[in-house]
């Protein structure tokens, strides 16, 4: 069974900085895209950041210059370092991982930030 675990949520205040962790269980993503999607009640799950195989990244406008991604293929493993955070970032962040035609999801981490 294919599972992504996240980790690394919390509170923060304003300017601090939290990372992230993903780890894919049961299957490996080494050559499978991977993400960081975002959601805020109410709103429809947006996309934060992705990284390729080839170290294809790509960043939302409103996010870049303050998060960064990476993976770790020998852990099967993508983080999100969040700098600078900002109460707009409050939200539950989900990782994803595509699998051929199956896109899989972690269960969410609560990020909350507050001045």
């Known amino acids: 069974q294919v599972q992504l675990v996240e980790s690394g949520g919390g509170s923060a205040s304003v300017g601090a900085s939290l990372e992230l962790s993903c780890a894919a269980l049961?299957?490996?993503?080494?050559?499978?895209?991977m993400a960081w999607y975002r959601q805020t009640p109410g709103h429809q799950r947006e996309l934060v950041a992705s990284?390729?195989?080839?170290?294809?990244?790509d960043i939302a406008d409103f996010v870049k210059g303050r998060f960064t991604v990476s993976r770790d293929m020998g852990r099967n493993t993508i983080y999100l370092q969040m700098n600078n955070l900002k109460p707009d970032d409050t939200a539950v962040y989900y990782c994803?991982?595509?699998?051929?035609?199956?896109?899989?999801w972690g269960q969410g981490t609560q990020v909350t930030v507050s001045s």
């Open positions: 994803q991982g595509i699998r051929g035609k199956t896109t899989y």
């Open positions: 990284r390729t195989l080839g170290g294809v990244t």
């Open positions: 049961g299957a490996t993503f080494a050559i499978h895209p």
